[in-house]
RNA sequence: GCCCCCAUCGUCUAGAGGCCCAGGACACCGGCUUUUCAAGCCGAGAACCGGGGUUCGAAUCCCCGUGGGGGCACCA
């Protein structure tokens, strides 16, 4: 390129919400982009019209922006090399498409796909490798036009040079391919559209793209791309192709692990007799013949608020994949890109918790990984866990509210101060749903408290009762106290353990299953401040009340 | 089947010929702390895929083998 501006894209299809490989493909162009002092540039590569997904391009670019991988241009911001969408540049394919087909580096074709399917096949048989046979002569344009009116389907192909090409990548090196090794690929489909391989390669051209990086499964796209660069007079940009991420167990990572994990479930509960073919249908709200279907690997059978249903019903956890899923299940954005950065990545020494500005500037492309990674959870959580004992005040309370906001968390109505208490309270979290898991139920309805039957035997029960026996001598110490405040209420507690000759466990446990149903909350005398003296009270007797039942 | 890429603890990685009988982080195990759950603190174990070279010297360079992965669409 003549130019010396670095300019980098990322280029989503809208097909659904943002995959976290994407995500990482994203912030490393963006890294790139942000270290050179160039521009960041999201395109939307929505050319297969069938597959597009309504609503699916703006949840990718939210989920980009909730990363904080602002594009500099892209379908929002615009930009002087727009539009950013492909379908939106129909005539720039055309113009190319005319340019190659006059010039004989692109053929009409047309065979249909049960012929190309049979010729694959007899090409099988043969123990040979399927190339599209390029006709001797090539068809003219009237010839397509006979052929379409006789009701064919006339496709593009390029005719791919018959001579080997070396790709110079800046992470793998140069890669050679062989002459011969590639097939006249359509470029531009029967319906009009041109194919992702062209499209690519028009829109990086006259979007003045530098520099490609892209996940390693393109690397045998690539010699393909600088083919036609060449045919269309382009200066290919400079290639780098990023290592894969996947699954802790080495499994490509994608959204059928979501079905994956729970169809298992539901199958072993199946064969375990636990289940009735029925109470899938009936758990999942969807027909019998639906939910047979899935349990067959038919994904497309259930949606995702259907497998929810299955996936609660048999106690598991569907597994994050995208970036929403994580964000739902509270990690924090800066926590996640700081993981997924370091996969395939890492800024050298021993440095692992970067900022965005450390990382932008130790990112080199000479640091990039060819080995393939994966993708683990546990390690994710503690870096989530660092981020949350680290953030500001500030922060955590925005984070926890949009966190709260994107799952409809009854603690959404919580003010400031007391978010910000509760949150300093729970400090030792490791996502942001845990606050809600353990200090929820001090804002929930008393009459939502349920009493978890474990805790209620190790706790109240043994010891002939001895926790139900606390709790009355709680109700009146703390019915005496002088000001309800964290300090005092500790103080009477202790004061009680003391005189009662037990541990503060003894006294704090019962209590703590009195107002949270469960040996879970934060520290207890903050957790009865936070409650009010009513309502611990109240909690209290409402425990009490029910110990006929726990017998 | 054909083409291509890769190879350090269970996982992510540091390591660009001697600084490495290999360092860090997560996980795991043991312990401490503790009114719960987390968090925190201390400690232990744990790897250069195999075989040949090159070199005074190789985790680092070369070759072969093995293993893992990716790609072979009118999907992107």
């Not at 090539?138 to 192909?157: C, I, N, Y």
């Not at 375990?272 to 709200?285: H, L």
């Not at 027909?287 to 690997?297: N, S």
Request: proline share 4%; aromatic share 8%; with cysteine.
């Amino acid at each position: 390129m003549s130019t010396d501006v670095v300019r980098a894209r990322f280029a989503p299809s809208p097909t659904g919400y943002l995959h976290v490989g994407g995500a990482r493909t994203a912030l490393f162009n963006w890294l790139f982009c942000r270290k050179h002092g160039g521009r960041f540039i999201v395109r939307i590569e929505d050319t297969d019209i069938l597959r597009n997904i309504e609503g699916a391009e703006r949840k990718l670019l939210d989920d980009l922006t909730w990363l904080g991988i602002e594009p500099d241009e892209g379908p929002d911001q615009g930009g002087p090399f727009g539009p950013y969408r492909q379908s939106e540049r129909r005539d720039l394919y055309d113009a190319a498409v005319a340019k190659l087909l006059d010039e004989g580096k692109a053929y009409y074709a047309w065979d249909t796909p049960e012929e190309l399917d049979t010729l694959r096949k007899q090409a099988q048989a043969e123990k040979r490798t399927f190339r599209y046979p390029r006709p001797s002569v090539l068809p003219t344009k009237s010839e397509a036009d006979r052929a379409r009116a006789e009701g064919r389907s006339v496709v593009v192909r390029f005719r791919v040079p018959d001579e080997p090409i070396t790709v110079q990548d800046e992470i793998l090196g140069d890669v050679t391919f062989g002459a011969g090794e590639m097939e006249d690929l359509v470029i531009l489909k029967s319906n009009g559209w041109p194919t992702y391989h062209f499209a690519v390669v028009v829109d990086d051209h006259h979007m003045r793209i530098t520099h490609v990086l892209r996940a390693q499964e393109h690397l045998m796209n690539t010699p393909k791309h600088v083919f036609m660069q060449r045919a269309l007079g382009y200066e290919p940009p400079k290639f780098a192709h990023l290592p894969l991420v996947f699954n802790i167990d080495g499994t490509k990572m994608s959204k059928r692990d979501k079905h994956k994990v729970v169809r298992k479930a539901a199958r072993d509960l199946l064969k375990a007799k636990t289940w009735t073919p029925d109470d899938v249908a009936r758990i999942a709200q969807a027909t019998v013949k639906a939910t047979e279907a899935w349990l067959d690997k038919a994904d497309t059978e259930l949606d995702m608020e259907q497998v929810t249903r299955l996936a609660v019903a048999a106690n598991v956890v569907i597994p994050e994949i995208d970036v929403h899923d994580f964000k739902l299940s509270g990690y924090l954005p800066e926590a996640l890109t700081n993981f997924v950065a370091l996969i395939g990545w890492s800024p050298g020494g021993d440095r692992e918790m970067l900022t965005r500005q450390e990382m932008v500037e130790s990112f080199t492309l000479d640091r990039i990984n060819k080995t393939a990674g994966r993708f683990d959870r546990e390690k994710l959580l503690a870096v989530n866990t660092v981020y949350c004992s680290e953030a500001k005040p500030e922060r955590l309370l925005a984070a926890f509210r949009d966190w709260a906001a994107a799952t409809g968390s009854a603690m959404q109505s919580l003010d400031d101060a007391t978010l910000t208490r509760v949150l300093e309270l729970c400090k030792g979290m490791r996502t942001l749903a845990d606050v809600e898991y353990k200090a929820g139920v001090l804002f929930a309805a008393d009459e939502s408290v349920v009493y978890d039957a474990d805790a209620v035997t190790k706790i109240l029960l043994k010891k002939d009762g001895q926790g139900y026996g606390v709790l009355e001598k709680l109700l009146t110490a703390l019915s005496a106290v002088s000001e309800w405040s964290e300090q005092v209420i500790n103080t009477a507690i202790k004061m009680l353990a003391e005189s009662a000759g037990v541990s503060m466990g003894d006294v704090a446990q019962p209590l703590r299953v009195a107002i949270a149903g469960r040996a879970v909350s934060p520290a207890i005398a903050e957790s009865l401040a936070l409650l009010g003296r009513d309502k611990t009270l109240a909690r209290i007797k409402r425990c009490l009340a029910q110990r006929t039942q726990h017998v």
